[in-house]
C-alpha cells in the first residue's frame, strides 16, 4: 500500500473512532457528514441522517432554541460557538453534550457550511448537579444549625436573666438584711466575710449580665440594633481598651428580627476578630438603614490581612465564612476589604425585611 493511502486511511479511522463526535453540516442545518461515534451516540445509521436530517433536529426540544440562535449568529457573521446543549437519541433518551461550531464560508464570506465537535459531559454534568445538591443541603444545615443556636442562646440568657439573676438578688438582699441584724460582737468576727460575700454577689451579677447579653441581648428585642451595638461596643471598649465608636443616625429604623440578629453576630464576630488578630486600637462601627437596605461596616485600623488568600481554600478559622453564610441565609452579602498592613473593612449588606 501506498504511503499516502495509509495515511489517508488511518485519517479516516481517527475521524471516524474519534472519542468525541464530529459532524458538519449544510447552511441550511442539513447534516452533510457525522463520525461514527456521535452516529452510536445517537443511535442512528448513516443513511438515515446524513442528507437527510438537519442537526437541530437531535438537539433536544428544551435546547434547540438556544441551538438555532447560535446557528443564526454564524449566518450573521459569527465565528464560532460553544454551547452546552442536550442531544436527543433515535430512542428519545437524551445526554448532555459539549458543541463547539466553527463556521466555514465561502469567498464572499457567506455561509458554506459548520464543523463542529461534540463531547459528552452527562458524567460532569452530572458531578455538577450532584455538587449543587450537595451545596443545598449543607446549607440549609447550616441555617438550621444557626437557628437552634440562635433560639438556645435566647432561652439560655432568659433562663440566667430571669432565673439566676432573681435568686442572686435574693442572696443579696438576704446577706444586707443579715448584716443589718448583727450586732457587735458577732458582727466584728463576720463583717468582712459579710462583705466579701456582698461583694462577690455584685460581681457575679455584673458577669451574669455580660454572659448573658454576649449569648442573646436582650435588648436587640427591645430596642433594635443600633441601640445594643452601642451597649456592645462599650462593653467591648471596656474589656480590652480598643477605642470603638457606634455611628449611626438616629432614630434607626427597625428591621426584621431576622436581619438585627445576624447584623449583630456579625458585629460581634468582627469584633472577636479585631481583639485576636488586628492589634488595631480603634473600630469604627457604621450602621446606615435606608427604606430598603441595610449596611454595616466594622473598619479597623490594625494589621490587616491578605484577604483573597482565603478565598477558595479549606480554611481552619470559620468566623469569617460563618458570617457569610449567615447572610447569605437572608439574602445578603458580605465584603472584606483587607490589606496586610491596611486595616480590615467588613462591609455587610441585606435587604432591611
Ligand atoms: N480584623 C482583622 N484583622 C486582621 N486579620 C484578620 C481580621 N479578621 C480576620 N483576620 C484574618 O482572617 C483569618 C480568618 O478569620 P476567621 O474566619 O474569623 O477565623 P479565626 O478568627 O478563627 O482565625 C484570621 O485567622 C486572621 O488571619
Ligand atoms: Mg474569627
Redesign the pocket.
Known sequence: MRQADATTIEMRDLYENAPCGYHSVRPDDTVARMNRTELDWLGYSRSEVVGKRRYAQAVSGRSRNEYLRAFERLHAGGEGIEIETELQRKDGSTFDALLRVSALRDGDGRLSGTRASVVDITARKRAENEAHLYAARLRAISQHVVEIQEIERRRLSAELHDRIGQDLATINLNLHIIRDQLQPPQLDRVASRLDDSIGLVENTVETMRDVASALRPLMLDDYGLAVTLRAHAEQFFGRTGIRTVVQARDPVLRMSQAVEVTLFRIAQ??L???L???H?DAVRISLEVGRDEVCLTIA?N????DARA?RGHP???????IMEERLRAIGGALRID?RRGAG?RLVATVGRQ
Open positions: 464576630e468582627a472577636t476578630n479585631v485576636k488578630h488586628s488595631a479597623d490594625g494589621c490587616g490581612f482565603l480554611r481552619e478559622g470559620l468566623g469569617l465564612l483587607s480590615t
